[in-house]
């Protein structure tokens, strides 16, 4: 797998929407906002990202605190279940392209924070996921390009 430096990742009006789910259950919640962003009268304008804030376990089943951050044709007001974000930026990251199961997903951030490591470079974000391809009912399919933010600081 290739390592792609100096990425930049931005977007202008982004809905925020953060909930607990399982990480196999990813697919299906990126499914369901495709088709009801129509619902707040919200077009998609790129490809929808996001991160796990965290992980935990209940009843033995893992469990992630996950925001999906969708770029939209226009601004909103926030409400209860959605938040706004007027700019969503990441500069000077690193990017790995994972291509298969959501469940391998964790190999190839394993390459991407031992190219990190190898490197001595220095993490300032964590994790971002941005689903170039994902098929709501074919977990084995997907493309994601992994993102981390690396300090541009020389010290």
Do not use: W
Not at 130 to 143: A, V
């Amino acid at each position: 797998m290739h390592i792609f430096k100096n990425q930049i990742l931005q977007y202008e009006n982004v809905l925020s929407y953060r909930t607990r789910m399982r990480i196999t259950d990813v697919n299906k919640m990126i499914g369901f906002i495709q088709k009801n962003t129509d619902a707040l009268n919200l077009k998609i304008c790129g490809n929808i990202a996001a991160t796990v804030h965290e992980k935990e376990n209940i009843s033995g089943m893992e469990m992630s605190d996950i925001e999906f951050l969708i770029p939209v044709n226009k601004k909103i007001s926030e409400n209860s279940a959605f938040k706004f974000k007027p700019v969503f930026r990441i500069v000077n990251a690193v990017k790995i392209r994972h291509e298969g199961s959501m469940s391998g997903i964790e190999c190839s951030e394993r390459i991407l924070e031992e190219y990190i490591s190898q490197n001595d470079l220095q993490p300032v974000t964590q994790i971002y996921y941005l689903f170039i391809r994902s098929t709501e009912y074919d977990n084995n399919d997907n493309i994601v390009d992994i993102y981390m933010g690396i300090s541009e600081n020389i010290l």
